[in-house]
């Protein structure tokens, strides 16, 4: 009687924490599909907005969650990778569902504008102002940057002037697009002739795909 008494005491015991480990792993399972259903939204509105805080904001505000990337970083450094890794899901370049940019800026005297469908591929950027034209033409070695150089010249009295030069360039996305920054050395053809090398940062504003 006490054998079987205490037989049926142990398989209760038993079934009861195999219950509550069910329990717990199904509560466990629910939370990380909450938690996944929240990050692609993030990813989501993120990506609509081109804005990398967004997803950033969701991971720390995940911490405990969901690791990882649910891990709120307690260094810079930790922090700007996460913000890197933000960034290059949240501003994505090139066609289809990705971005686009419109670069404008100022080059010496002119006013530049251009469009890159993708900071990957060959892009040129034009410019006029001054009684003076300009055609940037930008040969990437990846998304970061690459090679670039123009032709450009005088208009009205100044046809006479023409000039042409090479240099490289880099590319800075930030939260709202990015910098283009490039550097370059050419010469001028005029009756006074001569060279020189100049740095232009160009603004790079996201837009749709093209």
Known sequence: MRLARYLFISITTLLLAQSADARTAAMAQQAGAAADKGEEAAKAECKAKSDPSILVNYWKTAAGVRSPPGTAPADPAALAELENRAKLICVTQGGGSSRSYT??????????????????????V??????????????????????????GGGTGSLAMVHMAGKGTYTVKLDDKGGTLTQTHTGAVTNPGGGSATHTDNLKLTPMGPC
Do not use: H, Q, R
């Open 126 to 151: 034009k410019g006029s102002g001054g009684d003076m034209w300009i055609e940037f033409s930008y040969s990437p070695g990846g998304e970061a940057g690459g090679s670039v150089s123009y032709t």
């Open 103 to 124: 670069i404008t800026g100022n080059a010496g005297p002119m006013k530049v504008n251009g469009t890159a469908c993708s900071l990957a591929k060959p892009f040129t």
